[in-house]
């Protein structure tokens, strides 16, 4: 882009570049009268996140029935819900209530395409939590099972995408805010075992399905699948070659996936390199996300973040705040401007609103199974170069 089109692109900027007010009724022109039916399949922390979540939306969903395998999960749930919706043991008795419009899927990642599988072929919309699949043949298995119900929504939970801050972000990248982008500093630190209680040692399996490789794609694609896949989003990509490393570094007790890693990915058609990693050793960065460009920078967190502009750019920006009388940037000490006027809500709700709209519209949704298809691909092509040792590339096998 060239100085005089940066420079009318500068009036996106301001006191907070992105205004909030009114983001929760911008449903209102597609809501229907009734509620949509759902059924929660898989109650444990994540899915119970996900009914909260939904409750707060009674306009939107109607929850059926939930399911869960434990009963111990299923009495949480009842207690905490607190409405009249059915309780299963067997997901496939929760599909086969004709009055369910769609369910939501929080299980463990490995039975992540069986479930899916079933709902679509029941009819029932889906919502799928991250990472899509377990493996690269259930991608590809999923996405071109989806492209045989045109009429049907699957919908994968990478719920901060869906918060206005990411959308705002993939903007600036379009018109240039960061210029050539070569960068990408990306963290998802903690300092705790990851671990759960478990009531009996025969649970512990199914409680801790994130310590096993059987069940689980470990760090990857739990936790940084959601950078990795904003990164494939925002500037339409995917790595080429993939080289990681790990080990069981901090707590030997018996778990399988690791507890310390690092991935780096080269996107060759872009001339990006990005930089992921998590530990469970360590909390002082916890949630880091950097984009770093020849222009300018954005330091985001899940709900907030900063676009420091290089020193060139800065000089440009202040500019048009000086011939276009744009409302007057705000500097902050550390020379960077906040990309919005207040934090977001927690990016749940953005995706299921989005989800709502998809199903009522027969629109696809940002997060959709071709999307989320490539972020698979990305986290097991990340695990093989971590547990083996091995660089990894990318196959025309993977273009969905």
Known sequence: MDRRSFLQKGGMLGAGMFMLDGLAAKADNW?????????????????????????????????????DVLDFRLDETKQRLGVNARAFTDYR?????????????????????????????????VYIEKTMTFSIEEAQELTTLVNKYPKLTVQVGYQ?????????????????????????????????T??????????????????????????????????????????????DEIMGTG???????GRETFDNVQVMFRYS??????????????????????????????????NTGIYYPENETKE??????????????????????SILNEPTKDGTWYALEEFYKSVITNSIPSSNVQRGARATVCVALANQSIYNNTIEHWKEAYDF
């Open 247 to 253: 080990g069981i570094d901090i707590y030997n007790d």
């Open 316 to 337: 440009e920006l202040q500019t048009v705040d000086g011939v276009t009388g744009a409302t007057k940037i705000v500097w902050n000490d550390d020379g960077g401007t």
């Open 93 to 125: 008795k929760l599909l086969d209530d004709r009055n369910l419009d769609a369910v939501f899927i929080a299980v463990p990642l490995s039975a992540h395409f069986e479930v899916a599988k079933a709902a679509i072929e029941a009819g029932k919309h």
């Open 31 to 67: 809501r229907k009268e009734e509620p949509v039916n759902i059924g929660m399949i898989g109650c444990g922390d994540r899915g119970k996140g996900v009914l909260s979540v939904i409750e707060s939306m009674p306009d939107l969903y109607r929850i059926r029935s939930f399911c």
């Open 194 to 239: 990851w671990r759960r209680s478990v009531p009996r040692p025969d649970l512990e399996r199914q409680i801790n399905w994130r310590m096993y490789k059987e069940y689980s794609g470990g760090l990857p694609a739990e936790l940084l699948s959601h950078q990795i896949d904003f990164i494939n989003w925002a500037f339409d990509t995917h790595p």
């Open 160 to 192: 901060y995408r869906y918060s206005p801050l990411y959308f705002k972000v993939k903007e600036m990248i379009d018109n240039d805010y960061l210029g050539k982008v070569t960068q990408i500093d990306c963290r998802w630190d903690r300092n705790g």
């Open 269 to 302: 058609k872009a001339g990006m390199i990005g930089n992921f990693g998590a530990t469970c050793g360590n909390a002082r960065d916890g949630y880091l996300f950097k984009i770093k460009g020849t222009r300018g920078t954005v330091s985001l967190l899940t």
